[in-house]
């Protein structure tokens, strides 16, 4: 993977000691050297530049294609070759899911919901104890929704995961667009992930990532002033409202990026002092005004969407929350919670159980208010509230504490690595320890199942697994404050010689870079 970038903390634009910034409209000197503010990514004028043209966000959305390509047929191994009477593949589905590590949400949903009977989701559902029926499934209402018109046209597992990966792959594709306009050659970190491979087609949270993203390329293209600000602030919006009822996880940035409105909006490159004032005729007043009228659109978009479902079924839609909150902290969960308390974790300890998910409730929330206070340290070191990197934080502090880990989350994390300039380290050591866990689990759960030795010391499986679930907890701590002390991607602006002409300013003068990304004093 391709990444010869500097640390973190340190940004591309770096200028020598004592240089001083001022703008002069779209060009910058500095003495007989001047440079030109860089043409908008995915902009005509800024095709083959930097890797950010049209035909670089193509071969970045092929690349992703071949990769979901790939995580498409790792999961279809386990489908057919003969189907039983309800769609369900056969000979010998449990089984293969676990031997051959093609297992997947989506296939294994297929019967339990009634998604086999087609019947429409929440209106007529409920729960039983940790039993869902009549339509209801454990996701927000979108979620529901893809998986209805992803079934609509099944007959069989099979064709249901073939139908919701087409839905999933525009997911991915689409964000992998966006990142290559965004950050260039780094969005390979998201197009080429081990993760989409083992799980863009686990479940469905590739939607969810793609809406994420969206509200991230219009909030990093928010710098201009005036009607296309505010314009850009409305997607942003819609984006995270319409994530949060594919899952609930985008809501939570919503914190953060209101109080980067509030305390200003200030775009800087890389996350330097020294440039971007507050945008003209903001009070604080009205900025404060304004963060909360970005939450309350979010807010009201996700209302709006889930409206319906709630008037039309309140049951049925209330019961997806039911059975999240009563789901037990066991071994399919994967946490440090499970592990850290073995061997009295047993899902029949009810009062351990309840312990343990009043301590993951307490401690996740920590850890996000957390992120979002140390944001103000940044705020009084570079005059900027730095609202991605204490996002990319309150994801690891969600990830680590919350009672539920499931493989997929690692998608959430994607996009990140490629926005924020972390050492390409970091990310391998990620893939390493979450593929350890991805592979290691259901190999184990194939030990298990059969019969087999599947000791701690008997197996390589479950040793996997603990390689995982600890090495994957200790990289979420150093990410937390990794991602803290990063810098949004940036590149420099190109130099070119130009001769001395009146009028040149004698002190150097720089014009930031204005990019996709929004960086604009």
Not at 472 to 479: F, T
Request: a positive charge; one cysteine or more.
């Amino acid at each position: 993977m391709p990444d010869n970038e500097r640390a973190e903390g340190q940004g591309v634009n770096d200028e020598p000691a004592g240089a001083t910034e001022r703008s002069t409209g779209g060009t910058a000197t500095r003495g007989t050297v001047t440079t030109p503010a860089e043409p908008s990514a995915g902009h005509p004028s800024g095709a083959g530049s930097g890797g950010r043209s049209v035909t670089f966000v193509l071969l970045t959305m092929l690349l992703c294609g071949l990769t979901l390509t790939a995580g498409y047929l790792n999961k279809a191994r386990c489908t057919g070759p003969s189907f039983d009477s309800q769609g369900r593949s056969e000979p010998d589905y449990s089984l293969r899911v676990a031997r051959d590590v093609c297992y997947s949400d989506i296939q294994f949903l297929w019967i339990g919901r009634d998604i086999d009977r087609h019947v429409f989701p929440y209106v007529d559902g409920g729960i039983v104890g940790d039993q869902l029926y009549g339509g209801s499934v454990e996701y927000p209402v979108l979620t529901g929704m893809a998986i209805y018109v992803a079934a609509l046209p099944s007959s069989t597992d099979a064709q249901f995961l073939a139908w919701s990966a087409v839905i999933l792959a525009v997911a991915g594709l689409l964000s992998a667009a966006l990142l290559a306009w965004l950050a260039g050659l780094r969005s390979w970190w998201f197009a080429l992930a081990p993760p989409l491979v083992l799980y863009a087609f686990h479940n469905w949270d590739l939607l969810a990532v793609c809406a994420t993203v969206v509200a991230f390329w219009a909030l990093l293209r928010s710098g201009d002033a005036g009607a296309a600000r505010r314009r850009l602030l409305v997607v942003a919006a819609l984006a995270l409202g319409i994530g949060g009822a594919f899952k609930l996880y985008p809501l939570m940035f919503v914190l953060p990026i209101g109080l980067w409105i509030g305390c200003g909006m200030i775009h800087r490159p890389n996350g330097r002092a020294g440039g971007g004032p507050t945008p003209p005729g903001l009070t604080p007043g009205s900025r404060w005004l304004g963060a909360f009228g970005f939450a309350a659109g979010t807010g009201a978009v996700f209302l709006l969407i889930n409206l319906p479902f709630m008037i039309a079924g309140w049951r049925g839609w209330w019961a997806s929350f039911q059975f999240q909150w009563s789901r037990p902290i066991d071994l399919t969960t994967n946490t440090i919670w499970f592990w850290a308390t073995r061997p009295y974790s047993e899902s029949g300890n009810a009062d351990l159980q309840s312990e343990l998910a009043r301590l993951a409730a307490v401690t996740t929330l920590f850890a996000l208010l957390l992120a979002c206070g140390l944001g103000f340290l940044r705020l009084r070191r570079d005059g900027m509230y730095p609202w991605l990197p204490v996002c990319a934080a309150m994801v690891c502090g969600y990830l680590l504490f919350n009672k539920v880990h499931s493989p997929q989350f690692t998608l959430w994390l994607l996009p990140f690595f490629v926005l924020l300039r972390i050492r390409p380290g970091w990310i391998v050591a990620y893939f390493v320890a979450d593929a350890a866990i991805g592979i290691g689990f259901f190999r184990w759960m194939y030990l298990l199942g059969t019969g087999a030795p599947s000791g701690m010391y008997d197996a390589l499986a479950p040793q996997m697994v603990m390689i995982g679930v600890w090495g994957r907890a200790a990289l979420l701590v150093a990410l937390f404050v990794v991602f803290l002390r990063s810098d949004v991607v940036s590149r420099p602006a190109r130099l070119r010689v130009a001769p001395d002409r009146p009028g040149v300013p004698d002190d150097p003068v720089v014009t930031p870079v204005t990019s996709a990304r929004g960086w604009s004093p």
